[in-house]
Structures are given as structure tokens and as C-alpha cells.
């Protein structure tokens, strides 16, 4: 099993920054890569970004690509979402997964396990 922990959400204003964390521990020997994912309410969950394992390059999703950041290794176990310019659209729980497949890991059923989330308030 793969525990994955978020963290680094909170309230701000619009247009401020944000960095988020997540750290994975437990059997992470399989992981292929690891991505960021929001879910606001009634909404599904939304792909933000990716990073493999032997590639290092991150995906984006066009929505977000210009805003935000994602960094880390999935080696190391974390990674991170630097997220700037924030809106009140970007108010969501924000999660971390991780997948056993290396590629094209955009959509929520290509991840194998889940951190808890972290909310992220943004005030206008």
C-alpha cells in the first residue's frame, strides 16, 4: 500500500500564491508517476498535472498551465504545486495521486491511490 499525504491548502485572496506538497510513503517502489488533481463542489474531479518517474517532465492541463507549477521527484516521494495568481474559481480540495503507469495519467481512473485532499479557499 501507498500512503499519500497533501498539505499546504488554506485561505487566501485572490491573487495570491500557494505551494502545496505531497508526500507519498509505504510500498512506493511501483510508482510510475504522480499528479495533482482539484475537486470543487458538485463538480468532478479535474487533472491539473503530472510528472513521471523516468521522463521528470510535466504535464499540463491547458487550464491551469500558465498559472501553475508542478515540481518535485517521484524518486523522492514528493511533489509539489506551486500555484499562482489565484482566482475564486480555484477554491477546491486539491488532491495528490499516484499511479503505476508511467503515461497519459490524466484521467482520475489511471491513478491507483489518493491522498485525503487539502482545501484551498480563495476570496474575492
Known amino acids: 500500500q501507498v500512503q499519500l499525504v497533501e498539505s499546504g491548502g488554506g485561505l487566501v485572496q485572490a491573487g495570491d500564491s500557494l505551494r502545496l506538497s505531497c508526500a507519498a510513503s509505504?510500498?512506493?517502489?511501483?510508482?510510475?508517476?504522480m499528479g495533482w488533481f482539484r475537486q470543487s463542489s458538485g463538480k468532478d474531479r479535474e487533472f491539473l498535472a503530472f510528472?513521471?518517474?523516468?521522463?521528470?517532465?510535466?504535464f499540463y492541463a491547458d487550464s491551469v498551465k500558465d498559472r501553475f507549477t508542478m515540481s518535485g521527484d517521484v524518486a523522492w516521494n514528493r511533489v509539489y504545486l506551486e500555484m499562482n495568481n489565484l482566482k475564486p474559481a480555484d477554491t477546491a480540495v486539491y488532491y495528490c495521486?499516484?499511479?503505476?503507469?508511467?503515461?497519459?495519467?490524466?484521467?482520475?481512473?489511471?491513478?491507483?491511490?489518493w491522498g485525503q485532499g487539502t482545501q484551498v479557499t480563495v476570496s474575492s
Open positions: 495521486g499516484a499511479a503505476r503507469q508511467e503515461f497519459a495519467v490524466t484521467g482520475v481512473g489511471s491513478y491507483d491511490y
Open positions: 509505504g510500498s512506493t517502489f511501483g510508482i510510475r508517476a
Open positions: 510528472i513521471s518517474r523516468s521522463a521528470g517532465s510535466v
